[in-house]
């Protein structure tokens, strides 16, 4: 009964992210199609704890819902003339988008009964969190700081560029 109770999560979860992909895709207000992304993300973080990666999925909640998310709307709402915006897609990208997409998904499902899924011991089933801090404050301290680094360095360029704009305007 357990896993009855599982699978019905699951496939919620699965329905729950197709529908709000879809209005992502076809919404015409985009406010309420950001909104829809913000679903989707929740539903991929769902995913994640499913597979057993706990820190995957509380990184996809904090960089792309906290993070991209909030940076899309605050974008999208503070854009000037943006009131009443309708989106209308024409209809000549229908043809080669739903061919583009068949084609996609001929190929994923030739993939997914072709290779040789064997299941693997599961090991541990503790959470993911404390192996990948250990390895990055153990053996990936270097590069870890290395691109620390490169991230703040292209930070503080970006800034620069900005201030640059506004005093040259």
């Known amino acids: ?25 076809l919404g015409r207000n985009l406010v309420h199609c950001a909104f829809a992304l913000m679903g989707t993300f929740f539903g991929v973080a769902i995913l994640y704890v499913y597979l057993g990666a706990d820190f995957l999925a509380g990184a996809q909640v904090v960089i792309y819902v906290g993070g991209v998310l909030t940076l899309m709307v605050f974008g999208v709402m503070l854009t000037n003339r943006i ?3 309708n989106l209308s897609s024409g209809a000549i990208q229908v043809v080669p988008g739903a061919l583009s997409a068949g084609l996609i998904f001929a190929l994923l499902v030739w993939i997914i009964q072709s290779v040789d899924w064997g299941a693997m011991d ?3 089933p503790g959470p993911t969190s404390e192996s990948i801090g250990r390895l990055l404050v153990g053996d990936y301290l270097l590069p870890f700081e290395i691109a620390s680094v490169l991230l703040l360095i292209a930070l503080m360029g970006a800034a620069m560029l900005v201030r640059r704009r506004r005093g040259s305007s």
């Open 1 to 25: 009964m357990e896993s009855l109770g599982v699978a019905a999560i699951f496939y919620g979860t699965a329905a729950f992210m197709l529908a709000s992909a879809f209005y992502v895709v």
């Open 83 to 85: 009131y009443n915006l």
């Open 122 to 124: 599961s090991g541990d």
